[in-house]
């Protein structure tokens, strides 16, 4: 069953990357394309005029070919992880139905995977930031990525320890403080972000982020939604194959 949900996971999560590369280029297109004006605007006014080195891969081919294949790799990767953690969720947090599942999943995925990340450390255009710190700033929101699943761990067993003595609804409430609380001392122990360049037009870089946050929360709605689906489905079908069959009346002699 596991090998057939892992499967499952990983083509919905290709599917979800269509729906990404939908969003990623209708939203994050335009304010990448004004980021890269900008840093070459910037570059040209500091070394005055000069040739540029041939691109290794071109914008056309960026925008098109090297944004699908990325998606596609991350929805695998994330479709996989997904029916990992469904699996490991189903029937243990609570009566619930298996699209509700599906969605509390992904729900929890979105807010620890890509929300806790982007919160301290979003994502940066062109011409923000030092190139030279870019492998730092990439342990460092990994490196929030594993705390927020930490925090979601203990925030869930936390819950269920509770749960008996104050209720589900209070033991709920009481793990959630348990999770903003772990999230929040890690903000506050961590080194900051990135500081925008002077000049760097605030609406481009503000709508950048947007577009780089809603592209992942497409991903996750679709696993969701589409992995709920067609689980449901199985299972529907599992359960009709093993009720008892009716025995049709025997013909009259």
């Known amino acids: 069953m596991m090998r057939v949900l892992l499967i499952r996971g990983m083509l919905v999560g290709l599917a979800s990357a269509v729906f990404a590369y939908v969003c990623a280029w209708f939203l994050g297109e335009g304010p990448l394309g004004d980021a890269i004006a900008f840093e070459d605007q910037r570059s040209h006014a500091a070394g005055g005029i000069h040739e540029h080195a041939a691109e290794v891969v071109s914008r056309l081919a960026q925008q098109t070919a090297g944004l699908a294949v990325a998606l596609a790799a991350v ?99 009481l793990g959630g403080g348990v999770f903003v609380a772990l999230v929040g001392i890690a903000y506050v122990v961590l080194p900051g972000g990135t500081v925008t360049e002077p000049g760097f037009p605030p609406d481009v870089l503000w709508d950048f982020r947007i577009a780089s946050l809603a592209t992942q929360a497409v991903i996750w709605l679709t696993l969701g939604l589409g992995f709920g689906a067609l689980t449901e489905r199985d299972v529907a079908g599992a359960r009709r194959e093993r009720a008892p069959e009716i025995h049709a009346k025997p013909s009259d002699a």
């Open 75 to 173: 929805g695998v990767a994330v479709g996989g992880l997904f029916a990992i953690a469904f699996a490991l969720a189903h029937h243990r947090i609570g009566r619930m139905t298996v699209r509700t599942t599906s969605m509390m999943v992904a729900s929890a995925g979105f807010v620890v995977i890509s929300l806790v990340p982007f919160l301290k450390y979003p994502p940066n255009p062109p011409a923000v930031g030092d190139p030279d710190t870019i492998q730092q700033r990439s342990l460092l929101y990994f490196l929030t990525i594993v705390i927020g699943i930490f925090a979601a761990v203990t925030a869930v067993q936390t819950g269920r320890r509770l749960t008996p003595r104050h209720g589900g609804w209070n033991a709920s409430l």
